[in-house]
């Protein structure tokens, strides 16, 4: 087993670490627009849900090198308090790649992938119609981690609309075969959700014994 203290390496390498490292992660497709209204669409794989009620949401934007640091997504949640994030599915993965380019502000990236804008009902940034999952999220908290190269601004959004394609939908479980969702690994790589296994939690003795873990017979 290898110690590595992360004062002793440069970010890069432990941004190298760390994304290797925290797999598979989910990927928050934020659309945002600035204060003029242009449009605006890029990927986040730091991303979680942090709250049920109220629903939250968080994803990080990384800081960058040069007179820019701060990305689109994060100016533009900050000038208008709103965003609104959208679950990728496989069949637009490589459209959703397109809108990881380091664009200036002034483009528009629905134009850029070709994905279609579906205006949202409560906040001004266009939901994803290809996404079969968006969220409608107002801004409640950045949190400002560092100001430094690869440093992060968290941003937590409560979601004020949830907007799920019907046929995902048993009740309030989400099928996961017709979701589709992809997630990020280290590098370029994706990775797949179609390979699954269940682990039921522990129960207390007296409430009867079940299995732990069984193999989810749909995987593949």
Not at 47 to 67: E, I, K, Q, Y
Not at 152 to 173: A, I
């Amino acid at each position: 087993m290898r110690t590595i203290d992360p004062a002793e390496h440069r970010p890069a390498d432990i941004y190298k670490l760390m994304i290797g490292a925290i797999v598979p992660r989910p990927i928050a497709f934020v659309s945002t627009v600035d204060a003029a209204g242009v449009r605006n669409l890029a990927p986040f794989s730091y991303f979680t849900g942090c709250s049920t009620n109220p629903p939250v949401v968080c994803f990080c934007a990384a800081v960058r090198s040069g007179p820019f640091p701060h990305k689109d997504t994060l100016r533009n949640v900050v000038a208008t308090g709103e965003f609104v994030v959208n679950i990728v599915s496989e069949d637009f993965g490589e459209r959703m790649n397109a809108c990881s380019l380091d664009a200036p502000p002034e483009v528009d990236e629905f134009a850029l992938s070709g994905l279609t804008p579906l205006a949202s009902d409560l906040v001004r940034p266009p939901r994803v119609a290809e996404s079969r999952i968006q969220m409608e999220c107002r801004l409640r908290q950045v949190v400002q981690v560092s100001d430094e190269p690869l440093g992060g601004s968290l941003v937590l959004g409560e979601v004020v609309r949830f907007h799920v394609q019907e046929d995902l939908l048993d009740g309030y479980k989400i099928d996961p075969d017709k979701l589709n969702a992809i997630g990020r690994m280290g590098g370029p790589t994706y990775v797949r959700t179609h390979d699954r296994f269940d682990m039921l939690r522990p129960v207390k003795p007296e409430e009867g014994a079940r299995p732990l873990s069984r193999l989810n017979s749909a995987s593949r």
